[in-house]
């Protein structure tokens, strides 16, 4: 069993930044991938970023050169760094781990408006 736990959303005017924060119940060198994924209001959840167990990073298109994934495995903790976040980044953003089976953070809100 695996435990993720989000953090660090809130409210950003556009342009601004957010990190992101997925704290896990086990170390996590064993994972073989971590995931961020988001969810906006009435569209279905998008893959958004993956870091892999030796730190090899993919993102998708919309958010290249503005978004980096990163762990510091001493802490079981990864991270989304988002900068010059746009309206359209407004979601509730989840942490997601494969080990034999994947589990599911609760999520974190990340809302971009003036």
């Known amino acids: 069993q695996v435990q993720l736990v989000e953090s660090g959303g809130g409210l950003v005017q556009p342009g601004g930044s957010l990190r992101l924060s997925c704290a896990a119940s086990v170390s996590i060198s064993s994972i073989a991938y971590m995931r961020w994924y988001r969810q906006a209001p009435g569209k279905q959840r998008e893959w958004v970023a993956q870091?892999?167990?030796?730190?090899?990073?993919t993102y998708t298109d919309s958010v290249k050169g503005r978004f980096t994934v990163s762990r510091d495995n001493t802490k079981n903790t990864i991270y989304l760094q988002m900068n010059s976040l746009e309206p359209e980044d407004t979601a509730v953003y989840s942490c997601?781990?494969?080990?034999?089976?994947?589990?599911w953070g609760q999520g974190t809100q990340v809302t971009v408006s003036s």
């Open positions: 870091i892999t167990r030796d730190g090899t990073t």
């Open positions: 997601y781990a494969l080990t034999s089976r994947g589990f």
